[in-house]
């Protein structure tokens, strides 16, 4: 029989490459991942790993079985919160994900409230940025992925996509910029402007709007940080134009925001899978997500 601890193992080997780091991942030794790696290869009948070097490599089986791994723990860990809350045990847990300007925005708003009208429900909280956000939704890391888009996403159609806010952009420029006190800039004025860009996506989205204005902005730093972007405009190195929820998340010193046009906006939404939406704990959090946009 396979059992879920084994499938746990065996993912994490497979996205590890190794016995010795799948037990790090895991919290256990390395004898115990080798032998609960022999009991599935025992209850599958079949080679599932292979040794490559120092990393072990999956066989077909082993890639198939991994395959199938990531569905069958989400649907026990939805089936096992269903269950305790249906118990009437009113205890749960959310694996929450977000990008940092959601961490420090919607999301304390949203535990609290969880928290209070809950306070059996155990909510976790780590950052990452989409796509990686949504790959340990899929993989059964998280049950919710706080994420954003700017344009719809035809690889989410799995997954059940809750609309949070619209997060428009504005524009980042230092105090003392000519155009600091304007109300609206239109952004193919600040086409010589040296810029600074944010995260991966955020970059490529940069990049598509000022060549839709007529122009390739000249990138001079870019970073992941948001208050390290505020810090490069206020020092007076380039220009930025960031998120609202952003310029909300930090203390903007040294610099002043401004309406750009045409208006560029994202969409921010919770993403769970569909046996997760059914969970009463993950069913609340969204609730909370959407109401903390609201305030």
Request: with cysteine; aromatic share 4%.
């Amino acid at each position: 029989m396979i059992e879920a601890r084994h499938l746990r193992v065996l993912r994490a080997v497979a996205s590890t490459g190794s016995f010795s780091a799948a037990a790090r991942e895991l919290g256990c030794t390395q004898p115990a991942v080798s032998q609960q790696m022999k009991a599935l290869e025992g209850a599958a009948g079949t080679p599932l790993l292979v040794r490559a070097g120092r990393e072990m490599r999956l066989t077909e089986a082993g890639e198939a079985l991994v395959r199938h791994a990531t569905g069958i723990l989400a649907g026990l860990a939805a089936a096992e919160e269903e269950v305790a809350a249906l118990a009437g045990l009113r205890a749960g847990r959310v694996r929450l994900v977000s990008f940092p300007s959601g961490s420090s925005t919607l999301v304390p708003t949203a535990v609290a409230a969880m928290r209070a009208d809950h306070p059996g429900t155990r909510v976790s909280l780590v950052e990452a940025e989409p796509p990686r956000s949504v790959e340990m939704l899929r993989a059964g890391d998280c049950e919710i992925a706080l994420a954003f888009r700017y344009e719809p996403a035809p690889e989410w159609e799995d997954l059940v996509v809750r609309p949070v806010l619209t997060d428009r952009l504005v524009g980042l420029v230092p105090e003392g910029h000519p155009f600091a006190d304007a109300e609206e800039v239109g952004i193919g004025t600040l086409a010589e402007e040296p810029w600074i860009a944010g995260c991966p996506r955020c970059r490529r989205h940069l990049v598509q709007v000022c060549e839709a204005a007529g122009f390739t902005p000249r990138i001079d730093f870019a970073t992941d940080d948001y208050p390290a972007v505020v810090g490069l405009v206020g020092a007076g190195l380039g220009v930025a134009v960031l998120p609202e929820l952003a310029v909300e998340s930090v203390r903007p010193r040294g610099t002043r925001a401004v309406r750009v046009s045409p208006a560029v906006q994202r969409e921010v939404v919770a993403l769970t899978l569909p046996d997760l939406a059914q969970v009463p704990a993950v069913a609340g959090m969204l609730d909370r997500l959407a109401a903390a946009a609201r305030r």
